[in-house]
């Protein structure tokens, strides 16, 4: 069963920055292409940024240039660096395989922007 922790959130101001971590366990390998979701209360979560197995990025449009995705696959970990917050930037936080349509989520962590 995948098993997935993320940290690194909390309260920062705009213009600021967080590095977000996500461990992996149990069924994720180095061949998943892996992403950072994000959600606010009463919207879908929504996909924000993806890195393959190759570590070829991609990134939504409000984030590009901001933010970074990282993996280190011995680890079965991934990252995400955010720079220049920006209060719209403020949701939840989820890591999990690109695309994923399942129920297997973990917690998230919460980033929370303030202007």
């Known amino acids: 069963q995948v098993q997935l922790v993320e940290s690194g959130g909390g309260l920062v101001e705009a213009g600021g920055s967080l590095r977000l971590s996500c461990e992996g366990r149990g069924g994720i390998s180095s061949s998943n292409a892996m992403a950072w979701y994000r959600q606010t209360p009463g919207k879908q979560r929504e996909l924000v940024t993806v890195i393959t197995s190759g570590n070829n990025t991609a990134y939504e449009e409000s984030v590009t240039g901001r933010f970074t995705i990282s993996r280190d696959s011995a680890k079965s970990a991934v990252y995400l660096q955010m720079n220049s917050l920006k209060p719209q930037n403020t949701a939840v936080y989820y890591c999990?395989?690109?695309?994923?349509?399942?129920?297997?989520w973990g917690q998230g962590t919460q980033v929370t922007v303030s202007s």
């Open positions: 999990n395989r690109a695309y994923y349509g399942g129920t297997d």
